[in-house]
C-alpha cells in the first residue's frame, strides 16, 4: 500500500534532511566527543575500541582492548584509514595526536579517516601493571658494567615472575600480535586497505605489516625507519653519527672552536670518569640531597638518552664540555630530574616485551660486542642487549628479521642527524621495497615529521598518488653551542 504525502508534509521532510548535515557514520563501540590539542584546538572525534587476543594461538587467551580515536576524513574521495603508529616501543598514538604532530594529523584527513592508535599495551589500551622490582642500583659507591648490567637482568627475571602471577602472557607482546591487531583493525573499520604511517618502533611495525598484510595496505609512510633486524643498533655506526654531529658544529664558528674534536672530547671524559669517578652532591627538587658518584657508564647513558636530535645533541655536548672543565653543576641538575634515590629498577612489560621479541641475530649480535670494546658509547644505546638472556623464550627468531618485500608504495623520510636510527641502517631496512621513495631531510633527527612544511607537502604528493617533487629537504641547522 503506497503512503501519499501532503505538499506540506513533504516540504517539512525535505526541510528536516537538509537542515541536520550528516555526521560520520559510527561503528561498533564507538563514540562522539572533542578532541583537545596541548595547543588548545578542538576538533570532532570518534574514540573506539575492539577487543583483541591477548595471545592468538592461545586458544584459552583473554581477551584485551585495542583503543584508538579516529579523525573523521575531510576530503571528497578519501582513500584508505590511515594509521598512525607510534614509536617506542610503548608511545601512545592518542598523546602524539594531542602535541605538536596535531597539525599534520589534521592535515592528513585529506585523504581519508586518521586513526591515532594505541597499540596493545599502551596508553589508553593499556592494562598492565608495571613492575617495581626489588633492585635497587647503587649510586653512592663504585659499580662496575657487569655488575650494573647483572642487576638489570635479576630485575627483569623478577618481573616476569611477577607478570605471570599477575596472569599476563608476555608472548602475546610482540610485532607479530601488533600486525594482527593492524588486521583486526582494518576489519573492525570495514575497509579493504589500510595506509601506514609510523615513526621509529612505529616504522618497525609497519616493515612487519609489509611482510604479513602487504595485500591489506594501500600506502606506507615512514621516519626514522627500524629495520627487523636493528632493535640493537650497531656501536660503529653511533661513532659515524658523531663524526656527521662533528661536521654540523664545524659549519657554526663558535660552536667549532668550543669543540674542534667531539669524540676526543668524550673519550677524554669517559677516560678521566674510568679511572676516577667525580663525587656529586645532587639537589632534588623536593629540596632532599644526596651523594652520587658519576661514573664513566653515566655519561655514556646520558648520551644514549640525548642524540636523537641535534638540538639535545647540542645540550650533550655543553654537558661533556662542563665536565672537561671539571663544572659538575649541569651533570648534577640534569641528574636530579632522572634520578631518585633509592628507586628500584622498574619496567613496563609490553615495551620491555616487544624490544626483547624482535631480537637480534647470533652474527649480529657477535658484531656488537665486538664493535662495543672500543665504540663511545659502548653497549649502553642498546639498553635491551643486556636484557635479551633474561627472557631468551620472547624471541621471534630469524625468520622474523629477515627483511619484507613489496611493491606497496613507501615513502622514507631519513634525518642526516639522527642519533638513534642511521641513515645507512635506513637505507638497508627498506632494500626489498621496490616501490620506495625515499627522502633525505639535511640537518633533521630522529623527529623529523615537523621539521619542515616541505615534509607536509612530500607526504600530501605521495598520498596524492603524485611523483614527491624532491628527494632532498633541508632545514636550518639549530645553534649547536648552547650555554
Not at 663524526?243 to 669517559?270: F, G, M, N, S
Not at 640531597?289 to 655536548?317: F, G, H, K
Not at 615529521?449 to 598518488?465: C, I, L, N, Q, T
Request: charged share 25%; hydrophobic share 40%; proline share 7%.
Amino acid at each position: 500500500m503506497k503512503v501519499m504525502l501532503t505538499l506540506p508534509a513533504a516540504l517539512l521532510m525535505l526541510a528536516c534532511t537538509t537542515v541536520e548535515p550528516r555526521g560520520p557514520k559510527l561503528l561498533a563501540g564507538e563514540t562522539e566527543y572533542i578532541f583537545t590539542a596541548a595547543s588548545g584546538e578542538s576538533v570532532a572525534a570518534l574514540r573506539g575500541a575492539i577487543a583483541v587476543p591477548e595471545r592468538r594461538d592461545n586458544p584459552h587467551s583473554r581477551m584485551i582492548p585495542l583503543t584508538y580515536v579516529r579523525f573523521p576524513a575531510t576530503g571528497k574521495r578519501p582513500g584508505a584509514p590511515i594509521v598512525y603508529l607510534s614509536g617506542g616501543p610503548g608511545g601512545s598514538g592518542i598523546a602524539t595526536a594531542r602535541r605538536n604532530r596535531f597539525p599534520l594529523f589534521m592535515a592528513m584527513r585529506e585523504f581519508g579517516d586518521v586513526i591515532a592508535l594505541d597499540q596493545r599495551g599502551t596508553g589508553a589500551s593499556n592494562v598492565l601493571p608495571a613492575c617495581r622490582s626489588s633492585r635497587v642500583i647503587p649510586v653512592d659507591r663504585p659499580l662496575s658494567d657487569r655488575r650494573y648490567i647483572g642487576l638489570h637482568r635479576d630485575a627483569l627475571r623478577e618481573c616476569l615472575v611477577f607478570w605471570e602471577d599477575h596472569d599476563i602472557d608476555l608472548k602475546g607482546y610482540n610485532t607479530l600480535e601488533s600486525v594482527s591487531d593492524l588486521d583486526a583493525l582494518r576489519r573492525h573499520l570495514g575497509a579493504r586497505k589500510l595506509t601506514l604511517w609510523g615513526i621509529s618502533y612505529g616504522s618497525h611495525l609497519a616493515l612487519a605489516a609489509l611482510k604479513q598484510m602487504d595485500t591489506s595496505l594501500e600506502r606506507v609512510i615512514l621516519a626514522s625507519a627500524e629495520g627487523l633486524h636493528q632493535t640493537i643498533k650497531l656501536p660503529a655506526r653511533t661513532d659515524a653519527y658523531f663524526e656527521r654531529l662533528q661536521q654540523a658544529v664545524d659549519t657554526q664558528p663558535e660552536a667549532r672552536l668550543a669543540y674542534p674534536d667531539i669524540k676526543a672530547l668524550i673519550r677524554r671524559v669517559h677516560a678521566r670518569l674510568e679511572l676516577s669517578p667525580a663525587e656529586l652532591e645532587i639537589t632534588y627538587p623536593d629540596g632532599s640531597v644526596a651523594e652520587y658518584l658519576l661514573q664513566r657508564r653515566d655519561m655514556q647513558r646520558t648520551a644514549s638518552a640525548l642524540i636523537a636530535d641535534p638540538q639535545r645533541a647540542a645540550r650533550l655536548l655543553s654537558l661533556y664540555a662542563a665536565v672537561d672543565r671539571g663544572d659538575l653543576q649541569p651533570i648534577a641538575r640534569l641528574l636530579s630530574r632522572w634520578h631518585r634515590p633509592g628507586e628500584p629498577v622498574a619496567y613496563q612489560p609490553m615495551s620491555e616485551a616487544m624490544d626483547i621479541a624482535s631480537g637480534i641475530g647470533a652474527e649480529r649480535r657477535a658484531r656488537v660486542y665486538q664493535q662495543a670494546e672500543s665504540a663511545l658509547l659502548g653497549t649502553y644505546l642498546n639498553a635491551t642487549l643486556h636484557l635479551l638472556d633474561a627472557a631468551p623464550l620472547l624471541d621471534l627468531g630469524d625468520s622474523f628479521r629477515k627483511q619484507p618485500e613489496s611493491g606497496v608504495p613507501v615513502l622514507l623520510f631519513s634525518g642526516t642527524l639522527d642519533g638513534r636510527t642511521y641513515l645507512e641502517s635506513q637505507r638497508e631496512a627498506v632494500v626489498g621495497l621496490t616501490n620506495l621513495t625515499a627522502v633525505t631531510v639535511v640537518n633533521a633527527g630522529h623527529n623529523l615529521f615537523m621539521s619542515s612544511p616541505a615534509v607536509k607537502e612530500a607526504m600530501a604528493d605521495f598520498m596524492r598518488g603524485r611523483p614527491v617533487a624532491t628527494r632532498q629537504i633541508t632545514v636550518p641547522l639549530p645553534e649547536l653551542l648552547v650555554p
